[in-house]
């Protein structure tokens, strides 16, 4: 089998149908980025490309150069028909875009309730999140996002460097955030490797159960973001539900030979 065929998009015509697509998929008539934004973007040298399938576009993904300069892309959406492999191309060929042009790094955020991203950008890729952002666009009304704040995790994938090697827990880790009965409950994160659980499927909880949805958002706010601004670091994505984070060592305690004389 061959993969989708996908190429660079400057046409009216084509940035109305990559608009239409995204609004498909995000269950939004407006979606995350207008027609003339992807023409200027497209115009000004950044990366807007299609992903075609017997010559009807079945993805897409809108980039732009980031800070620093000259070093970084952040991509700002990318769309696909799921279960196709087509999110993947995508972004091999969003990688190979940015290499051709000195490139090094490729940042995106993301929602980090959601599993099956989790996993594709930790796993499929060896992206690493480096930043929790609460409530990043807002409320979003969207049928992705149903209302719920919009936490957001910034990934960021070293495209010329070899990949991460993908972190197993130890025995000894302490579960920050447990699933139980389908909702979270709050553990302990005195531990060296920590693990915060996710929940089987956001999008269908926050329409059956708004008020389990809300519980999740907040423990992993809590749990994963704390982590996150106290230096920890994600090392990977454990058996598709929980991310693996490595807190920074802590320090040794001071001995009477530490101490400096009064």
């Excluded at 239409?20 to 008539?29: A, C, Q, T």
């Excluded at 299609?50 to 959406?77: N, Q």
């Excluded at 329409?207 to 601004?229: H, K, M, S």
Aim: aromatic share 6%; charged share 25%.
């Amino acid at each position: 089998m061959t993969g989708p065929r996908i190429r660079e998009l400057h046409d009216l015509a084509d940035l109305q149908e990559t608009y239409r697509l995204i609004g498909r998929i995000w269950g939004d008539d407006a979606g995350p980025v207008s027609v003339e934004m992807m023409r200027a973007l497209a115009h000004a040298g950044n990366y807007v490309a299609g992903a075609f399938e017997d010559g009807r576009m079945v993805g897409c993904s809108v980039a732009f150069f980031a800070a620093p300069a000259g070093t970084a892309l952040h991509s700002h959406v990318t769309g696909a028909v799921a279960g196709r492999g087509i999110g993947l191309a995508l972004k091999l060929h969003q990688r190979d875009w940015a290499l051709a042009r000195g490139l090094s790094r490729i940042t995106w955020t993301y929602d980090p309730l959601v599993r099956r991203n989790a996993h594709f950008n930790l796993v499929k890729l060896g992206a690493r999140p480096e930043e929790y952002l609460t409530s990043f666009y807002g409320a979003m009304t969207d049928a992705i996002n149903g209302g719920d704040e919009s936490d957001r995790v910034v990934a960021a994938w070293d495209i010329a460097g070899p990949p991460p090697r993908p972190a197993e827990p130890p025995a000894d880790a302490a579960h920050g955030v447990l699933d139980r009965d389908g909702r979270p409950v709050i553990g302990s994160v005195d531990a060296e490797t920590v693990l915060v659980a996710l929940p089987e499927d956001i999008e269908g909880l926050r329409r059956t159960d708004p008020g389990a949805a809300r519980a999740w958002r907040l423990a992993v706010r809590e749990v994963l973001g704390g982590l996150l601004a106290g230096g920890a670091r994600v090392t990977g994505f454990h058996d598709r539900t929980c991310y693996v984070v490595t807190r920074a060592p802590r320090p040794p305690a001071a001995g009477p030979s530490d101490r400096s004389p009064r």
